[in-house]
């Protein structure tokens, strides 16, 4: 069994930054892809960021230049650097986990949510 726990999230102001985490326990193999959705209110969920064991990375184009992904294996743990963030941020962002990039897009293992507000 995988247990994904977030925390980081919260209230900014638009141009500033927060700093998501998520730890991961259970099954070593099935945490190989670790990434970031989010969703909007009445819109689909949206994979913001991605990226494998091996440190290989994927955007949405809707954050590239301002996200950054990145993960401590040691610790299981990936972590999501939003930078100048924008009220259009503002969602409930879920970490998400997989054996594989591939598989993320439909993952098996999700976080509880967490809430981001950015005010304009």
């Known amino acids: 069994q995988v247990q994904l726990v977030e925390s980081g999230g919260g209230l900014v102001q638009a141009g500033g930054s927060l700093r998501l985490s998520c730890a991961a326990s259970?099954?070593?193999?099935?945490?190989?892809?670790m990434g970031w959705y989010r969703q909007a209110p009445g819109k689909q969920r949206e994979l913001v960021a991605a990226m494998s064991s091996g440190g290989n990375t994927n955007y949405a184009d809707s954050v590239k230049g301002r996200f950054t992904i990145s993960r401590d294996n040691a610790k299981r743990t990936v972590y999501l650097q939003m930078n100048s963030l924008k009220p259009e941020d503002t969602t409930v962002y879920y970490c998400?986990?997989?054996?594989?990039?591939?598989?993320?897009?439909?993952?098996?293992?999700w976080g509880q949510g967490t809430q981001v507000t950015i005010s304009s």
């Open positions: 259970g099954s070593i193999v099935s945490v190989n892809a």
């Open positions: 998400a986990a997989a054996p594989t990039v591939v598989a993320l897009v439909k993952p098996r293992y």
